[in-house]
């Protein structure tokens, strides 16, 4: 069975940093490909940023320039860090994990149970 944990979110001001990481289990890791989704209060989950098994990444508009994603396959993690935070991304974040980058992008198959992240103005 797939675990996906996070950790890592809490509460800042606008302009810090932060970043989140997401310990995988239960699954062959360096053949999935992975990503960080968000939902805000009274919106959809959007895609974040996803990171493939080779190591290619994908950037919603509004985190370009200022999210990372990264992978540590001897760690079987993902990280995000998120530098130049605004209010506009507090949501809870989640990990997701598929072993088809379509999948992982549009509905993924394997979710983790979320962090919240506060970014005050």
């Known amino acids: 069975q797939v675990h996906l944990e996070e950790s890592g979110g809490g509460f800042l001001q606008a302009g810090g940093s932060l970043r989140l990481s997401c310990v995988a289990s239960?699954?062959?890791?360096?053949?999935?490909?992975l990503g960080w989704y968000r939902q805000a209060p009274g919106k959809q989950r959007e895609l974040v940023a996803a990171?493939?098994?080779?190591?290619?990444?994908n950037y919603s508009d509004s985190v370009k320039g200022r999210f990372t994603i990264s992978r540590d396959n001897t760690k079987n993690t993902i990280y995000l860090q998120m530098n130049s935070l605004k209010p506009e991304d507090t949501a809870v974040y989640y990990c997701a994990a598929d072993v088809y980058w379509d999948f992982l992008t549009t509905k993924p198959r394997s979710w983790g149970q979320g962090t919240q992240v506060t970014v005050s103005a």
């Open positions: 990171i493939s098994e080779d190591g290619d990444t």
């Open positions: 239960g699954l062959y890791f360096t053949l999935n490909a």
